[in-house]
C-alpha cells in the first residue's frame, strides 16, 4: 500500500507502486479535476503540487509520491476563494476550461515561492498548454493574483459555486443516476 496526504487527508492506495499519481488520483480517489491531457508530461493538464512543487502527475508514480503532500484543484479551494482561481475569473483567463485546472495549480505553486513574479518567471513557470490560447491574459491574472495573496488588492469575480451536486443532478437529466431514472418511470 502506498500512503500519502492528498489535499491535507492520509491516503493509501492499493495499487501498483508503478501506476502513475494522474490515475491514483482521478480513478481510485475520483479527484477528477486533475485532467488527462497527452500522458507524456507535455501539456500540464495533470498538474498538482508535490510538497508544494508543481508537477505533471502523468510523470510521478505514487511509489515517487509516497509520504509526500499532494495538493490538487479540489484542494486548493472547495469554494473558488483561492487568488488564482479569483483572478484567472477576473482577468477572463478562462476559456473551454480544461487547462485551467492544471494552470491554477502551476500559478499557485510559483507564487508560494514568489509572490511578485514578472512576466518572464509566469511564462517559464507556466508550460502548459491552452489550445484556447489565453496567455496574455494568463499573465495578468497571475500578477493579479500575486497582488490579491499579498492583500494589495482585492477580487470579487468568482462565485462561490451556487448548485449542489444533488439540484445539479434533478436540473439536468444526464446528471441522474440510474437509481434516479427508475423512480421517475
Same mark, same amino acid.
Given at each position: 500500500m502506498t500512503a500519502m496526504i492528498v489535499n491535507q487527508r492520509p491516503v493509501r492506495f492499493q495499487m501498483d507502486p508503478a501506476t502513475p499519481l494522474l490515475w491514483a488520483l482521478r480513478?481510485? #480517489?475520483?479527484?477528477?479535476g486533475t485532467k488527462y491531457g497527452c500522458?507524456?508530461?507535455?501539456? @500540464?493538464?495533470?498538474?498538482?503540487l508535490v510538497d508544494g512543487e508543481a508537477l505533471r502527475s502523468c510523470l510521478v508514480t505514487?511509489?515517487?509520491a509516497e509520504g509526500r503532500s499532494i495538493v490538487t484543484i479540489e484542494g486548493l479551494s472547495r469554494d473558488r476563494?483561492?487568488?488564482?482561481?479569483? #483572478?484567472?475569473?477576473?482577468e477572463q483567463a478562462i476559456q473551454c476550461g480544461?487547462?485551467?485546472? @492544471?494552470?491554477?495549480m502551476a500559478a499557485a505553486g510559483l507564487l508560494a515561492k514568489n509572490p511578485a513574479p514578472g512576466e518572464g518567471e509566469i511564462r517559464q513557470a507556466i508550460p502548459n498548454l491552452c489550445r484556447c490560447g489565453v496567455y496574455p491574459r494568463l499573465v495578468r491574472a497571475i500578477q493579479r493574483a500575486g497582488r490579491v495573496g499579498a492583500r494589495r488588492e482585492r477580487i470579487s469575480a468568482a462565485p462561490a459555486p451556487g448548485i449542489s451536486a444533488e439540484d445539479a443532478a434533478a436540473a439536468v437529466p444526464a446528471?441522474?443516476?440510474?437509481g434516479n431514472d427508475e423512480e421517475e418511470r
Open positions: 480513478d481510485a #480517489a475520483n479527484l477528477t500522458g507524456v508530461g507535455d501539456c @500540464g493538464a495533470c498538474m498538482v505514487i511509489g515517487e476563494s483561492h487568488p488564482v482561481q479569483q #483572478a484567472l475569473v477576473a480544461f487547462c485551467t485546472p @492544471g494552470i491554477a446528471l441522474r443516476s440510474a
